[in-house]
T-cell receptor, first 117, second 114 residues
Framework: GAVVSQHPSWVICKSGTSVKIECRSL??????MFWYRQFPKQSLMLMAT?????????EQGVEKDKFLINHASLTLSTLTVTSAHPEDSSFYIC?????????????FGPGTRLTVT | KNQVEQSPQSLIILEGKNCTLQ??????????LRWYKQDTGRGPVSLTI?????NTKSNGRYTATLDADTKQSSLHITASQLSDSASYIC?????????????FGAGTILRVKS
């Protein structure tokens, strides 16, 4: 089956610093990748949709200048949390849509736990 | 408004017992419905996916049903195991102009104890 990886799996950073999270589709090409945030005991919340070669589309309430998304290739998207604050501490999950499959399939990565101290 | 509601919120069962999780949705236009298992600290893993014309699908000890008329789905777990302890998320896909959009339920937290 299709595999999506994320790196790092967890990261601890100091308040005010920036953190980059990578999302890779390992065995398929993904024209579209999605970034989600999940707080404890809550479900996934879509932050943005990332299309290869174009600007990301952000959901309402998500600051695009704070959460920078780059989708430079068909297998890699990155999420950079800029000037992180403790309230940004969360579980960040990406998913990828296989360009070769029906439009409805998405594959999720294992997630990245971000802790801002 | 597109919504997915799951019940119960949490559930504790004994190992070996069966259980059924419920999902009601108001998502339009409907594309498909999927159930995911999410272990603590991990990403969701797909269990089943059903389109409008399918009313049941099995994956090992997991059996999902779909009633598109009443907009209800259930996930039945047979002979539960300790490793089934996880959050089970119902996700409905809505047809969108630029691709389908997923609407997530809040999940049911299942704990299987010995």
């Amino acid at each position: 089956g299709a595999v999506v990886s994320q790196h790092p799996s967890w990261v601890i950073c100091k308040s005010g610093t920036s953190v980059k999270i990578e999302c890779r589709s390992l065995d398929f090409q993904a024209t579209t990748m999605f970034w989600y945030r999940q707080f404890p005991k809550q479900s996934l919340m879509l932050m943005a949709t990332s299309n290869e070669g174009s600007k990301a589309t952000y959901e309402q309430g998500v600051e695009k200048d704070k959460f920078l998304i780059n989708h430079a290739s068909l297998t890699l998207s990155t999420l950079t949390v800029t000037s992180a604050h403790p309230e940004d501490s969360s579980f960040y999950i990406c998913s990828a849509r296989d360009r070769g499959e029906a439009r409805y399939e998405q594959y999720f990565g294992p997630g990245t736990r971000l802790t801002v101290t | 408004k597109n919504q997915v509601e799951q019940s119960p919120q949490s559930l504790i069962i004994l190992e070996g017992k069966n259980c059924t999780l419920q999902c009601n949705y108001t998502v339009s236009p409907f594309s498909n419905l999927r159930w995911y298992k999410q272990d603590t600290g991990r990403g969701p893993v797909s269990l089943t996916i059903m389109t409008f014309s399918e009313n049941t699908k099995s994956n090992g000890r997991y059996t999902a049903t779909l009633d598109a008329d009443t907009k209800q789905s259930s996930l039945h777990i047979t002979a539960s195991q300790l490793s089934d302890s996880a959050s089970y998320i119902c996700v409905v896909s809505a047809v969108g102009e630029y691709g389908n959009k997923l609407v997530f339920g809040a999940g049911t937290i299942l704990r299987v104890k010995s």
